[in-house]
């Protein structure tokens, strides 16, 4: 499924479709006060303020609230007769079970309305809407595309709502105040990009930022780290503490994990010069027999 302004976008670079079928929506701005309200918000109290962090979190987490998905698992606690009954005619619909002396507490799904019935659970409304988060989010794709497919300058990395290029972008694209334009973050005088989330930046004033995603901020890399993952079946294993919960036996365990960082072609792919480093990388294409090139 694709979401008809997205396709009107890329057809501007070449893209062609053909439209087997859809479903239309009726369009609207329904967001505005929200939107404006929780922006203000943010332009009033500092970063360091828990406000600030409220009204980014209310702003920034909408879109996945109305986009998740609303089969959601119930609990109930049955007496033990009631248990046999429910198990002997929903078995595939239990999912997790705990033993509580004479009673039985169960994790289980609604896919039928017998089950509620047995049950005696009220309907629920939980307020989803495909629609609305897929608009949202190709919106935002739009507006990222004038940036990546730019002559203007050269883009080395991207992600949701950042662009790493080597100039400077128009005076009327940049203004860390107005909502929906660009904020200079940083000047770069070094950086490695390796793939989505993972790179090394040295800024302008001295300071070192990288990123890895899954890796725990306290496990620290050298840039000599970075540069070795740049040759080709190269990887870098690191050792991380992690919690782990189990709910059902009402504890948690703190262990060693093992983590190994190399650069994957999941997403693009490589291209490595004679020496096998890698210098670039470029989109996969899919021909018409659906083959990946």
């Given amino acids: ?20 079928w859809g479903y239309t929506f009726k369009t609207g701005y329904i967001f505005t006060e929200y939107v404006d309200t929780l922006y203000k918000l943010r332009l009033e109290y500092p970063k360091s303020d828990p406000l ?7 702003l920034n987490t909408l879109y996945g609230r109305f986009g998740m998905d609303d089969s959601f698992a119930d609990m109930s606690i049955l007496n033990q007769e009631s248990y046999q009954k429910f198990e002997k005619d929903h078995a595939e619909d239990i999912i997790n079970w705990i033993n509580l002396d004479n009673n039985v507490l169960i994790k289980y799904r609604t896919k039928t309305k017998d089950i509620n019935t047995l ?3 009220a309907s629920e409304t939980h307020n989803v809407s495909i629609g609305i988060a897929s608009a949202i989010t190709a919106y935002a794709r739009i507006h990222m595309s004038q940036f ?12 949701t709502d950042s662009v790493y290029i080597d100039k400077p972008l128009p005076d009327e694209l940049v203004n860390s105040k107005v909502l929906g334009k ?27 930022i990288y990123k890895v995603k899954g890796l725990s901020h306290d496990v620290k890399l050298t840039i000599d780290d970075f540069e070795n993952l740049l040759f080709k079946n190269t990887f870098l294993k690191k050792v991380q503490t ?3 919960k189990n709910l059902s036996e009402g504890h948690i365990k703190v262990l ?3 983590y ?12 490595f010069n004679n020496n096998n480093k890698l210098i670039g990388t470029k989109p996969f294409k899919i021909d018409n027999d659906k083959e990946f090139k």
């Fill in 1 to 20: 499924m694709l979401f008809s302004k997205e396709m009107d976008n890329a057809m501007k670079y070449g893209y062609k479709f053909e439209i087997l």
């Fill in 52 to 58: 600030n962090l409220i009204a980014k979190l209310l």
């Fill in 119 to 121: 049950l005696d659970n």
């Fill in 148 to 159: 990546k497919n730019n002559p203007d300058y050269n883009l080395f990395y991207t992600d």
């Fill in 182 to 208: 660009m904020k200079l973050e940083n000047i770069i005088d070094k950086a490695i990009f390796l793939a989505p989330k993972l790179y090394y930046l040295e800024i302008e004033d001295g300071k070192v």
């Fill in 242 to 244: 992690k919690w782990f």
């Fill in 256 to 258: 060693d994990q093992l």
């Fill in 260 to 271: 190994t960082i190399k650069v994957t072609e999941n997403k693009r792919k490589l291209i």
